[in-house]
């Protein structure tokens, strides 16, 4: 048994015994314990409300008396309805996951909460709600956590696209316990940089968004960008060059960035390398990563070794300013820098990154890639 169902357990099993010893003090002094109401809800601080049920969705249920209570926040009820067995099937197939889904993140067990995000989320049926959106967040983290860096994005346009169409999002509700913190100047999820390393995981991911209609339209500036990115990635040309022309992208930085990593795909080296930034005064680090890589990226592929040599310096700043923060682009930066033409003749300076890159960033994509290398060898 998990430790939430025995919490769960244990917390019905109190319930009960309090019902049972209140029941024999009444009993005892030769009073009638009296009948529970018929609406009467227990909750989970084991407090009773007796007030009527107004109305109750998705999201959960609105009292008489306007007061509103999330299905997770619910541990027993007696509801006379006609619509009992619809109460009951929310009770259990939201307030369940979303409470077991609360436990695991208070532990930080973020690793063990994909799975059960994603049948919260498939439960809500594509429509827009707090918990749709608590879902879709929690998916995020999960898939982040495990390595999946482009379903992650997914989980987050999907995010993002609930939020755009709530009407309000009340901060103080449980269900927004996990805010997307966007960064401002870069309109990016930090933990999620748009770079994209594995091109099968981008297809698959875009073939996503684009059944489920999550192409940023109307979703703001971060949507466009990670949606335009991982169509980028997936070789999605048409669909890239349309949302380039998005007015979003017209006066910001990100239109260039962009534009490089399409360069990029398309063999465009010095086209790419040429368009973006050598100096970054003002501009928020995680763009500067993602320029970095690009610049990096499109001047290896290049043929004068001066460029090359700008290239590795680039890459390589990339790990020592911002490793702790950006761990995946940094070893991605790494493993561009171990694979350079310059550095094929110095041995040394291989081993010395190849250390880095597995002690350093031991989970991210490029350390597995690598790893996966010498184990074949």
């Known amino acids: 048994m998990s ?11 109190c319930s009960k015994l309090r019902i049972l010893y209140c029941g024999l003090i009444l009993l005892s002094i030769g009073v009638q314990a009296p009948d529970l109401p018929a609406q009467t809800i227990l909750r989970r601080d084991l407090s009773q409300l007796d007030a009527g049920i107004s109305t109750f969705d998705v999201d959960g249920i609105v009292l008489d008396d306007g007061r509103r209570l999330e299905w997770h926040q619910i541990h027993e009820f007696d509801v006379d309805s006609d619509r009992r067995d619809e109460f009951l099937e929310l009770h259990r197939e939201v307030g369940e996951r979303v409470l077991r889904l609360r436990v695991r993140i208070s532990r930080g067990d973020f690793a063990n909460i994909a799975e059960l995000a994603a049948q919260l989320l498939d439960y809500c049926r594509g429509e827009p709600s707090l918990t749709a959106r608590f879902a879709a967040a929690a998916l995020c983290r999960g898939e982040l956590a495990n390595g999946n860096r482009e379903m ?3 989980a987050l346009l999907r995010a993002l696209s609930i939020e755009n169409q709530l009407s309000a999002f009340p901060e103080t509700s449980e269900l927004a316990s996990l805010p997307f913190e966007i960064e401002p100047l870069s309109a990016l999820y930090p933990d999620l940089i748009p770079v994209w390393f594995d091109a099968e995981a981008a297809k698959e991911a875009w073939a996503i968004v684009q059944s489920h209609r999550l192409r940023g339209e109307d979703a703001g ?3 466009t960008i ?7 990635a997936a070789g999605d040309e048409q669909a890239a060059a349309a949302m380039l022309k998005r007015n979003e992208l017209e006066a910001s930085i990100w239109l260039n960035i962009l534009r490089s990593q399409q360069s990029i795909r398309q063999s465009e080296f010095a086209a790419a390398r040429s368009s973006l930034p050598s100096t970054f005064d003002k501009v928020p680090s995680p763009m500067v990563c993602v320029i970095l890589y690009y610049r990096g990226l499109a001047g290896l592929r290049m043929s004068e070794p001066a460029q090359q040599q700008e290239a590795l310096l680039d890459l390589l700043k990339i790990p020592a300013v911002y490793g702790s923060e950006y761990p995946e682009i940094a070893a991605a930066s790494i493993y561009l820098a171990i694979h350079a033409e310059l550095l094929q003749d110095t041995p040394a300076s291989i081993a010395s990154l190849r250390h880095e890159l597995i002690h350093k960033f031991p989970k991210t994509f490029h350390a597995r890639l690598l790893l996966d290398q010498v184990h074949s060898d």
Do not use: D, Q, W
């Open 226 to 232: 990670y949606a335009t990115s991982l169509a980028i």
């Open 152 to 154: 992650a994005a997914v």
């Open 221 to 223: 500036l971060t949507a």
């Open 3 to 13: 430790s939430e169902c025995r919490t769960g357990a244990l917390l019905a099993n």
